[in-house]
C-alpha cells in the first residue's frame, strides 16, 4: 500500500498493541524493547545451557560485550585451562582409582596386583604378578565351511588331506568318470561335473 494512499490514514491500532510482535512469539528481554527476541545468548558461566532471548540489534550488543570468564581470578583461570585438557572430565592419579583400591596393595613396591590383567606391550616388565607363566594358547585350526566340508565330501577325502592327496584324488576319479574311460558312456557326466567343480572350489578356497 502506498502511504500517500486515502486509506493509509484511516488504518487505526488498538491503543498500546505492538504491531512488530507475531501472534505466540518471544518478546525481547532487553530493558523497554518491544520488538521480537528471536535471537538467543547464554547466560553465561555457572548457568550453561540458559539462554537470554534477544532481538538481532540487542543480541548484537550483549556478544560485544559478553565474556564467559568474567570475575574469575588467575588461578581459577589456570584450573579451568588444565581442566579443559581433559574436557572437564574428573581424572585419577594411575592406581588410585576404585580398581587399583579394590586390588589392593600387598607390597607398595609392587603396586596394585591385577587379576587376570594381560601385558600385550610388555609395560610391567619384570611386575611381580607376571612371573607367573601363563599357559600357551593351542594354535587354532583352519575354520572350515560347510561348502568346503561338502566338497572334501564329493571328494571321498577327510577334511585333512593335503594338497597332494586332493589332487591325486581328483585326477583318479576324473579319470574314473570320464566318457572316454567309460567306453563313450555319458550316465556318468553329472557326478564328473561335480567332481570338477568341488576340486575347483577347494583350489579356489587354497586348500590345494
Known amino acids: 500500500m502506498k502511504q500517500d494512499s486515502r486509506l493509509f490514514d484511516r488504518i487505526r491500532v488498538k491503543p498500546g498493541e505492538d504491531r512488530r510482535l507475531r501472534p505466540g512469539a518471544r518478546r525481547c528481554e532487553a530493558p523497554n524493547c518491544r520488538n521480537e527476541g528471536e535471537h538467543r545468548a547464554p547466560m ?13 540489534e540487542h543480541v548484537r550488543e550483549y556478544n560485544a560485550t559478553y565474556n564467559y570468564f568474567n570475575g574469575m581470578d ?15 572430565r574428573p581424572t585419577w592419579t594411575m592406581a588410585v582409582n576404585a580398581w587399583g583400591r579394590a586390588a589392593g596393595r600387598a607390597d607398595p613396591a609392587r603396586g596394585p596386583l591385577p587379576h587376570g590383567a594381560q ?30 566340508r561338502k ?58
Open 119 to 148: 601385558d600385550a606391550f610388555n609395560l610391567f616388565e619384570g611386575a611381580e604378578w607376571k612371573k607367573t607363566p601363563r599357559p600357551e594358547a593351542e594354535p587354532e585350526g583352519r575354520m572350515i565351511r560347510n561348502a568346503e
Open 44 to 56: 553465561g558461566r555457572g548457568r550453561e545451557g540458559q539462554f537470554f532471548w534477544f532481538c538481532l
Open 74 to 88: 588467575d588461578n581459577e583461570l589456570s584450573a579451568y585451562q588444565k581442566d579443559a585438557l581433559t574436557g572437564h
Open 151 to 208: 566338497a572334501f565330501t564329493t571328494l571321498g577325502l577327510d577334511i585333512s588331506a593335503t594338497d597332494v592327496e586332493i589332487k591325486a584324488r581328483f585326477k583318479d576319479l576324473a579319470k574314473r568318470h570320464h566318457p572316454d574311460s567309460n567306453g563313450g558312456d555319458r550316465s556318468r557326466e553329472d557326478k564328473l561335473r561335480e567332481i570338477i567343480q568341488a576340486y575347483n572350489y577347494l583350489k579356489k578356497a587354497g586348500f590345494c
